[in-house]
């Protein structure tokens, strides 16, 4: 089945830091806005299908040594609302199992109104507008 | 390879290979023994305050139970264990070790006394190279440290670690604390800094009940409970960061009963996933830092009906490496020589019963190079 190039949400709508569930095609799609970039999960923790737009989100915790913490890339994960697994929301990976589990990533762009009025693509149910930038995932 | 051409030297056990005895026991016969070994003041303290006439027999270890001797491993006097000769007879020659690490679980180690839990553990250390390690060639030891003082612990294991003769540190697995805290590193530290592994066998210091909500009435609960024990010192050394901190450091847990150990490391993995921010020291799954750092000797064994148990073990753990043969002499969990829950005609065998003990212990080859002395 070929993809779709779906319009889900205005830029301005999914501020940095938040995310929002999606449905395209019957997928469900978690999107989250990271300092201005965006990226799209499926909503399902490959575990047990908890929504992982539900979860936390989190930075990385590490050390080396017993007692001397860190925490890097804060906001770059989400831990599944369930049991708490760690998703790297860039790739999905999982942090604990990172070869062998991992949440489904999808393409994300952010398009000019203006382009997108040309189609082809699917608005859903999503009114486009010339002036504003939109996010887009291909499905 | 100088590990070769040992090897060829050694005497063929009752298996069809070199075997190495990962846990037999020597047991201190009273108070009395150790007396020559103290120093004027402490001597004349045991006399004047009647320490001489007491026994530090563990509660864990009582000596008149049955499991603490095979009858025919029972001397006719004293407690089972203080004999060489038995020893030599019913272990050493009888199953054809080529050595054998004795271990000493005695109540001394145990002591509130800091400064008298000290001096007994030198005590005992230097009467077991005089009356043991110097009369038998085969054998090897484990230092008893007075465990409620981990520095001064450390401070024995310094002055035995020129005798390559010894080559494990003993503790318990029930201690002061949960054996990874902090409290306890000046122990690994040292036992790392020597290439010695840390046995740690079932056994209690008493400060805190083996069921962890409160005393039980019987033998039985004591017993039984101590492979709760292993499982709780095993996700402490993994949580704390123990191998973090001591990337070198085996640890070999002796009369654990062996079998428990994959279902909790299940339970660990799969709970570590959820919360291991708060341990981010530890970088892999649990059971793949015990798989690398854990040993474990093979009697007693647990063992459910069915068969190929100690293979499947090796299955679930995704290792070979794993598990160290023992006699567990004087104490009676088989009769005869039938101390290997597995065939000794399989590759595993081999590992099992010789390869693993010196991947384990790299103070045995410097020993059996002729080192004996300091």
């Given at each position: 089945m070929s993809k779709k190039r779906h319009v889900v949400a205005a830029v301005d709508e999914v501020?940095?830091?938040?995310?929002?569930?999606?449905?395209?095609?019957?997928?469900?799609?978690?999107?989250?806005?990271?300092?201005?970039?965006?990226?799209?999960?499926?909503d399902k923790c490959p575990h047990e299908s908890g929504s992982?737009?539900?979860?936390?989100?989190?930075?990385?915790?590490?050390?080396?040594?017993?007692g001397h913490y860190r925490l890097s890339r804060d906001g770059e994960f989400v831990k599944c609302p369930w049991h708490g697994w760690e998703f790297d929301i860039r790739t999905g990976q999982s942090w604990c199992d990172p070869t062998r589990t991992r949440a489904r990533a999808y393409e994300t762009a952010v398009a000019a109104g203006e382009t997108l009025?040309?189609?082809?693509y699917v608005a859903d149910t999503y009114p486009v507008r010339v002036e504003e930038n939109y996010i887009v995932i291909d499905v | 390879?100088?590990?070769?051409?040992?090897?060829?030297?050694?005497?063929?056990?009752?298996?069809?290979?070199?075997?190495?005895?990962?846990?037999?026991?020597?047991?201190?016969?009273?108070?009395?023994?150790?007396?020559?070994?103290?120093?004027?003041?402490?001597?004349?303290?045991?006399?004047?305050?009647?320490?001489?006439?007491?026994?530090?027999?563990?509660?864990?270890?009582?000596p008149n139970a049955p499991i603490s001797g095979r009858p025919d491993w029972r001397p006719a006097n004293g407690k089972p264990g203080t004999d060489l000769g038995l020893l030599r007879s019913g272990a050493l020659d009888a199953f054809g070790v080529t050595n054998a690490i004795m271990?000493?679980?005695?109540?001394?180690?145990?002591l509130h006394s800091e400064d008298m839990a000290a001096v007994v553990c030198t005590a005992v250390n230097d009467w077991v190279t005089k009356e043991w390690l110097d009369k038998e060639?085969?054998?090897?030891?484990?230092?008893?440290?007075?465990?409620?003082n981990p520095e001064l612990a450390a401070e024995e294991i310094e002055r035995r670690a020129g005798d390559p003769r010894f080559v494990q540190v003993t503790m318990f697995v029930a201690g002061e604390t949960p054996l990874g805290k902090r409290h306890n590193w000046p122990i690994f530290l040292a036992a790392e800094k020597y290439g010695m592994p840390v046995g740690v066998h079932a056994g209690s210091l008493y400060h805190h009940p083996m069921m962890t909500n409160g005393y039980g009435s019987y033998f039985l609960e004591d017993y039984v409970a101590q492979a709760f024990a292993f499982e709780s010192a095993t996700l402490s050394l993994v949580s704390e960061g123990v191998f973090a901190k001591f990337p070198n450091l085996k640890v070999v847990f002796q009369e654990s009963g062996v079998t428990w150990l994959p279902a909790c490391l299940w339970r660990f993995n799969k709970t570590w996933r959820g919360v291991r921010a708060e341990i981010p020291w530890v970088k892999k799954p649990p059971k793949d830092i015990v798989r690398d750092h854990i040993r474990l000797t093979t009697q007693p064994f647990d063992e459910p009906d069915g068969a190929g148990r100690l293979e499947r073990f090796c299955e679930m753990m995704d290792s070979d490496r794993m598990l160290l043969f023992s006699t567990d002499f004087p104490h009676w969990h088989y009769e005869g020589t039938d101390a290997l829950p597995l065939d000794p005609k399989s590759a595993l065998a081999r590992r099992v019963l010789f390869d693993n003990a010196l991947e384990t212990?790299?103070?045995?080859?410097?020993?059996?190079?002729?080192?004996?002395?300091?």
């Open positions: 501020p940095p830091g938040s995310r929002k569930h999606l449905n395209l095609a019957g997928r469900e799609i978690a999107l989250f806005n990271l300092g201005g970039e965006f990226f799209a999960l499926g992982l737009c539900a979860g936390k989100i989190v930075g990385l915790a590490e050390a080396d040594t017993p009025v040309k189609g082809p | 390879m100088a590990e070769a051409a040992q090897v060829a030297d050694r005497p063929v056990s009752v298996f069809g290979h070199p075997v190495i005895d990962c846990d037999a026991h020597i047991v201190v016969p009273s108070i009395k023994t150790i007396m020559p070994y103290l120093d004027a003041y402490w001597r004349q303290q045991f006399l004047n305050r009647g320490i001489d006439k007491i026994s530090w027999n563990l509660t864990s270890d009582p271990t000493c679980v005695w109540g001394g180690a145990a060639p085969r054998l090897r030891a484990s230092i008893v440290v007075p465990l409620n212990y790299p103070r045995l080859a410097a020993g059996n190079a002729g080192e004996t002395r300091p």
